[in-house]
Every structure is written in C-alpha cells, then in structure tokens.
C-alpha cells in the first residue's frame, strides 16, 4: 500500500468535506492517486464507462480534489508551514478574507482581514490554483471555488498533520532542495567506458 494511515484519514476528511457519498472509496481513490501511471489516469479521466455510472462520477470527483491539492501543493504547503498559521485569530480572518476574495468588488469589505500579506497571498494562490484545477475537471467555477475554499478549510483546521499530507499528494510540494524527485531512487551509473 502506498497510502499511510493519515494520508488515507486526509482522503476521508476531504472527502467528507467536499463530497460526503465518496467517504466509503476514499480510501482506494487515494491509492489509485499515489500510484499514478494508469491507476490516476483511470479515476481522472471524465466519462469513464462500467457498471454504475454514478460510481465513477464519485471516484472523479474525490480524485480531482486530489489533483487539486497536487496543482497547488507548493503554496498550501508554504500555507500550512507559515508561523502565522498557528495563530486561530490569523486563521479566522484567512478564512473570511479567502471566501471575500471571490466577491464582487461591490460587496467586498473595504479592506482584508488583519492577517499577514504572505499568508493571504499564498491563500490567494493556492485558491486561484485549485480552483483552476476543478474546473478543468469539469465544475463550473463557482462550484470549483467553493470547493477549493473547503479544502482549505479543512487542511487549515490541522495545518502540521495537513502538511505533511499535502507533501504526500503533492510531488512538487514534497520536493526539498537538493531531494531529486519524490518516490525514485538515484541511479548511478558510469558513463563510457570507466
């Protein structure tokens, strides 16, 4: 298996989060996801044909927030990894200046939450990102926003065990410098004749 006990538990808390039929499957979406090659193409591609169709829409759904929370990895990462972000007050206002953000300019407060202007940029980049990443899975972007700012939400509640999730689904995210690619072994070999 190459989810752990938490990443499977994220799987389940997103999934309860964003679409509450596809907690049951978490578990093997989340597996489908980390083993990529043709296990993720399978549960991302859209009009996928079998027995019980609405099935395969709950796979697609869970793996796009899957592929949502990849796409954006390295600002929900930086997100969940901010000082700031321990601060309950900081995560209030985060949380209230993320749903303004889509607002019109009309209905929007004067000015944004008191909150660090990193971490409400990161938030911003990591909504804009996700949201993205739905919607070309196929939700509407009012849908696709809604659902990326539960995503949020949700990782934002446990931002330490949150991380380290985010770093399992996200390949770039898990990235740190001088690592190489997660999930490959260096090879070494001579080159010519030596």
């Known amino acids: 298996m190459l989810a752990d006990d938490d990443t499977r538990q994220w799987a389940q808390r997103l999934a309860a989060a964003t679409a509450p039929q596809e907690t049951g499957i ?37 793996a796009a927030v899957l592929q949502a929370v990849d796409v954006a990895g390295v600002h929900l990462k930086a997100l969940l990894d901010a000082e700031a972000t321990g601060n309950a007050l900081n995560l209030l206002a985060l949380i209230v200046g993320i749903k303004a953000y889509r607002t019109s300019k009309a209905n929007r407060p004067p000015q944004d939450p008191p909150v660090d202007p990193e971490l409400a ?14 919607e070309k899975s196929g939700l509407p972007p009012d849908e696709a926003h809604e659902r990326a700012v539960l995503v949020i939400k949700e990782l934002l509640a446990a931002p330490a065990s949150a991380a380290a999730f985010v770093r399992r689904v996200s390949a ?3 990235r740190e410098p001088g690592s190489g690619p997660p999930n490959s072994s260096r090879r070494w070999f001579r080159r010519g004749g030596n």
Do not use: C, H, K, N
Request: no cysteine; net charge neutral.
């Open 26 to 62: 978490a578990d093997g979406v989340v597996e489908a996801y980390l083993a990529g090659g043709a296990q993720r193409e399978a549960i991302l591609r859209p009009g996928r044909t079998g027995s019980g169709s609405a099935g395969v829409e709950l796979v697609t759904a869970l």
């Open 121 to 134: 940029a990161r938030a911003r980049a990591a909504v804009d990102r996700m949201q993205t990443s739905l």
């Open 172 to 174: 770039e995210a898990a």
